[in-house]
């Protein structure tokens, strides 16, 4: 199986600050990595897919970049909703795995 | 809109089963992949397992094959996990998701329905 890690595992910010998630994967997975966002008690929402493609809706204060087995996930200017949990997922082989997710939360 | 709506889950004996619904709409059911994901009480996410649009290949995460099994009624735009042989580590809130075709990626996911594995 293709294992995720996100770094950091948790992280403090404020509001207005930017704010960078890294994903690493243990071997290449092209470009086959989304992002979702998770708060307490609903279901995860895809911000970002294939690496660095906006879903559509989402703030443009999302971005994400990267291929091979580093990636990266960026918040540019953080707002008062945007304090959640993070997950990256590949999807180049089964099955589908996602990094550990990472905790931002307000400082 | 597109949604998807999760039902069945409850509170089971280990050892026991439990079948999941999930109703979609607002889509053509057919033409989508369909996934269960888990997520253990305070833990991560878990894929568990997928199905192709028409429902001729299904897919497993090695810790729930053999004993789950996916399926769909595309008459009915209804997705289904039959959960047998039920362990403690399955207690978990079980989301189903409609994959992007050709993205591998899960939008949208429904509110989640809780199964607890518990005597």
């Known amino acids: 199986d293709i294992q995720m890690t996100q770094s950091p595992s948790s992280l403090s910010a404020s509001v207005g600050d930017r704010v960078t998630i890294t994903c690493q994967a243990s071997r290449d997975i092209r470009n086959y990595l989304n992002w979702y966002q998770q708060k307490p008690g609903k279901p995860p929402k895809l911000l970002i897919y294939d690496a660095s493609n906006l879903r559509t809706g989402v703030p443009s204060r999302f971005s994400g970049s990267g291929s091979g087995t580093d990636f990266t996930f960026t918040i540019s200017t953080l707002q008062p909703e945007d304090f959640a949990t993070y997950y990256c997922q590949q999807y180049d082989n089964l099955p589908y795995t996602f990094g550990q997710g990472t905790r931002l939360d307000i400082k | 809109e597109v949604q998807v709506l999760e039902s069945g889950g409850g509170l089971v004996q280990p050892g026991g089963s439990l079948r999941l619904s999930c109703a979609a709409s607002g889509f053509t059911f057919n033409d989508y992949a369909m996934n269960w994901v888990r997520q253990a009480p305070g833990e991560g996410l878990e894929w568990v397992s997928g199905i192709t649009g028409r429902g001729h290949k299904t897919y497993y995460a090695d810790s729930v094959k053999g004993r789950f099994t996916i399926s769909r009624d595309n008459s009915k735009n209804t997705l289904y996990l039959q959960m047998n042989s039920l362990r403690a580590d399955d207690t978990a809130v079980y989301y189903c998701?409609?994959?992007?075709?050709?993205?591998?990626?899960?939008?949208?996911w429904g509110q989640g329905t809780p199964v607890t594995v518990s005597s």
């Open positions: 998701a409609k994959e992007l075709t050709a993205v591998g990626a899960f939008d949208p």
